[in-house]
C-alpha cells in the first residue's frame, strides 16, 4: 500500500446510557446526518420495549443487547474464485464485523416491517430478537444453514 494505514475514529458514547454500542447503532440508523432524530427514534423504541414486556424486570437497554446478540451471525460465507469455478467458502467473521452485521440486519429488517413510525418497528424486531424470531433472527440462521451446506469447500479459505 502506498499510503499508510487509515486509523479507527473512535466514537463517543450515547448521552443517556453512556455506551459506545448504541452510538453505533444510532449511527447505522442515521439518514443525511440527521443523528438527534435517530436518538429519538432509538430512545423512544426502548422505550415502547419496555411497555411491551412489562413482566420482564430487565432494563430496555440489556433487552436490545441480548436480542443484538441474538441476531449475530458467527460465520458467513464469501465468493472465492478457483479454477474458474466460483465456491462460497465459509468463514468465520471478525469481532468488529460481526456486531456491524448484526446492527446492519437489525435495522433493515425493522425498516422492511409494516408499522406506523420506525420507533414501533424497531421496537417490535428488538422484542423478537430478544425472543429468537423476527426477520434479523432468520437471516442470520440462514447464514448458518449456508455456510453449513457449504463446508466441504472450507479448505479454499483465504
Known sequence: MRKAK????????????????????VNNMMYDGKKSISYQIFYDALEIVTKRLK????????????????VTPQVEVKSRR??????????????????????????????????KSMSEKLAAEIV??????????????EIHRMADANKAFAHFRF
Open 6 to 25: 487509515s486509523r479507527k475514529r473512535e466514537i463517543l458514547p450515547d448521552p443517556r446510557f453512556n455506551d459506545k454500542l448504541v452510538t453505533q447503532f
Open 55 to 70: 413482566d420482564s424486570e430487565e432494563p430496555a437497554i440489556d433487552v436490545w443487547k441480548k436480542g443484538l446478540e441474538n
Open 128 to 141: 423478537d430478537a430478544f425472543h429468537e424470531e423476527g426477520g434479523a433472527f432468520k437471516r442470520k440462521e
Open 82 to 115: 478457483v479454477g474458474g469455478a466460483t465456491f462460497q467458502v465459509p468463514m468465520e467473521i471478525r469481532a468488529d464485523r460481526k456486531i456491524a452485521v448484526s446492527m446492519k440486519h437489525m435495522i433493515t429488517y425493522a425498516r422492511s416491517r409494516k408499522g
